[in-house]
């Protein structure tokens, strides 16, 4: 059976860093292309950062460019993001993901194949 479960989400203070990670079980995590999407109350679920499984590329969104790190670690079938420099409007669930396989990494709902059942992150003082 194809499972994802996150693991580090918390209450955080502004300026503060989480890690979260998302272990994979029932297929090869390094087969597809992983990442995290994140939904606020309100808002539709939004893509935070994905990396590819075979070339190496990633992405990131505007919003955690340079504060947010994605990475893998195989061995271990988990994938990872590092995320510094919190900000309230960070908070939200923050979901893992394993997506279709495609000609370059995309980083989209639609490319999803597997959802982890979501971690709370909330950044507040």
């Known amino acids: 059976q194809v499972q994802l479960v996150e693991f580090g989400g918390g209450l955080v203070q502004p300026g503060g860093s989480l890690r979260l990670s998302c272990a994979a079980s029932?297929?090869?995590?390094?087969?597809?292309?992983t990442g995290w999407f994140r939904q606020a109350p309100g808002k539709e679920r939004e893509a935070v950062s994905c990396i590819s499984n075979s070339d190496g590329s990633v992405y990131y969104a505007d919003s955690v460019k340079g504060r947010f790190t994605i990475s893998r670690d195989n061995a271990k079938n988990t994938v990872y993001l590092e995320m510094n420099s919190l900000k309230p409007e960070d908070t939200a669930v923050y979901y893992c993901?394993?997506?279709?396989?495609?000609?370059?990494?995309?980083?989209?709902?639609?490319?999803?194949?597997?959802w982890g059942q979501g971690t709370q992150v909330t950044v507040s003082s």
């Open positions: 993901a394993a997506l279709l396989n495609t000609p370059r990494l995309y980083c989209g709902r639609s490319r999803v194949h597997s």
């Open positions: 029932g297929f090869t995590l390094d087969a597809y292309p």
